[in-house]
Structure formats: C-alpha cells, structure tokens
C-alpha cells in the first residue's frame, strides 16, 4: 500500500510538537486497562503480534491460537465519528495523513480476514466492560477461548 500522505510541513507550534512527541504509539491506557481486564479474566494473549503479510504492522492483542486480533484506536488518529476532530493548523496535511491511517486499517483488516482471522476494533473510549464483551464474542465464535 502506498503511501499518500506528503512530507509533513513541519509542527504549527513549538508547544505542539512537543505534545505529538509525547503520544504513545502502544500501551496506552486503554490499551493497558483492556489488557489487564482480560488478564483478569483468565485470557491469555500476545501484545504487539506482527500481522500476518505485513510484519511492519502490529496487533495490539493477539489471541493467536484462536485467530482473533484486537485494536485499540484512538479517537484522534483513527477518525471516531463520535471524538474524531480535524486540526486547523496545517489542516491539507492533516487530512491526508488521517486517509492514509483509515485505508491502512481497512487494509490491515483485509490482510487479517485473508489470513483466517476475526478483528476486532475498540474506541479508546470505549466501556472497558464492552470491549471485554466484544473480545469474549469474537474468541467464543472462533473455536478456542485463547484461556489456559
């Protein structure tokens, strides 16, 4: 897949770029709290699972055995429709760096479907409770529980 999105123009503010700097690319704290919930309910999993057909992509939970792959988006550079914003600052930029993040998702979904695998995307802020619902669905219709 290639990339669309142009060279960045650089950060609108000093005070900017020092808070992108600062977003973690993994264990977030929903990711984290999702994690230790599962944990908590007896699921074991792998973090950070290389995605099958493109290794320079990773699963953030990974039930490998049962084939079941689970994100976590966050709202902002994964496009919720409900906390989803555009920033006005270098905005033609912007908008194509987050097209670029949504086709990738979709084709990394793709990949996965293709590999034999159930995806399963959450919203950072998303009920705990719901994620762990929906995770515990996908593992119950796929065959093994991914349980010890």
């Known amino acids: ?3 669309l999105v142009p060279p960045h123009p650089g950060a609108s503010s000093p005070q900017v770029s020092a808070r992108m700097s600062l977003a973690l690319r993994r264990d977030t704290a929903p990711e984290l709290a999702l994690r230790r919930a599962l944990h908590a309910a007896g699921y074991r999993y792998r973090v950070v699972h290389p995605v099958p057909g493109n290794r320079r992509r990773s699963i953030d939970i990974a039930f490998t ?9 966050g709202c902002f550079w994964h496009g919720c429709p409900e906390h989803g914003s555009q920033p006005r600052a270098n905005s033609v930029w912007w908008a194509a760096k987050l097209a670029a993040n949504h086709a990738r ?7 996965l479907r293709e590999a034999g695998w159930q995806v399963v995307r959450v ?3 998303a009920r705990i409770e719901d994620a762990v619902a929906a995770v515990r669905s ?3 219709a796929g065959g093994p529980t991914g349980r010890r």
């Open 1 to 3: 897949m290639p990339s």
């Open 65 to 73: 055995r049962a084939r079941v792959a689970v994100f976590v988006d």
């Open 105 to 111: 998702d979709q084709d990394t979904d793709r990949l």
């Open 123 to 125: 919203w950072e802020h």
């Open 138 to 140: 996908a593992l119950e």
